[in-house]
């Protein structure tokens, strides 16, 4: 199942994503009453999906990111594959969602995409066993990790580089459906302005899903909403004032969000 968070006339809601999406105008959105991190149901009320403008599927307290989880990415870099899963955050004000704009930053000359997929914490959680991640994990989206890799290449920490307003693009729903076998191998890719730049598996992880829960709820508590990216795999490259990029996600969708200049 497939849940959009829009806004419509105004109002905010999340619905049901239904239809046959190959028909133009063939998806629509189901209501639900209530939130899908509790009991919900659906209302009946359906509005076509061309009608809304959707949003980051989630609102999260915080997104925590892993870097260097793909050993071919790690080494376009030039870096080792880490002992340890190398986590770091990106603020709850990075958010962005599906055709919303990336705003290239003024600190920065080298701005990259970075295509992940993206796990939707369900519930609040802390010390998860590796044999419960599944009953804290809502779905999965499409997210870009956008950082500005000459600040990251400058500054000890990746706070600006990897935080600034803009760089977190999510969407287009949550995938409810995948199990985490299913999550573990997905085909990740990324396109801009129509020609491929990232293609690979999760399966190229070198920590899989219930590893990266296992580690960072160690440390702290997730809540109904965070975001944990888990790496991009190899191809990241430049983005320019212009350009359109597109993260797309087997069994999930495709997240497409344009470079603007800042005003």
Known sequence: MRIARFSIDGN???????????VPDG??????????FAEYERSGTKVPLSKVRLLPPVLPSKVVA?????????????????EVPVAFFKPSTSVIGPGDPIVYPSFSQEVHHE????VVIGRMCREVPRERVAEVVLGYTCANDVT?????????????????????PIGPWIETGLDLAAAN???VTATVNGELRQSGRTSQMIRSIED???HITEAMTLLPGDVVLTGTPAGVGPLHVGDEVAVSIEGIGTLTNKVIKRD
């Open 212 to 214: 990266l829960i296992v």
């Open 115 to 118: 295509a992940e997929l993206a």
């Open 27 to 36: 998806l629509v959105l189901d209501i639900i009453k209530g939130i899908p």
């Open 148 to 168: 500005a890799r000459d600040a990251q290449k400058a500054e000890k920490q990746w706070a600006r580089a990897k935080g600034f307003d803009s760089s977190c």
């Open 12 to 22: 905010v809601a999340f619905g049901v994503v239904e239809g046959d999406e190959s």
């Open 66 to 82: 892993i870097g260097r989880n793909y050993a071919e990415h790690a080494a376009e870099l030039g870096n080792e594959v880490p």
């Open 185 to 187: 191998d997905l085909a």
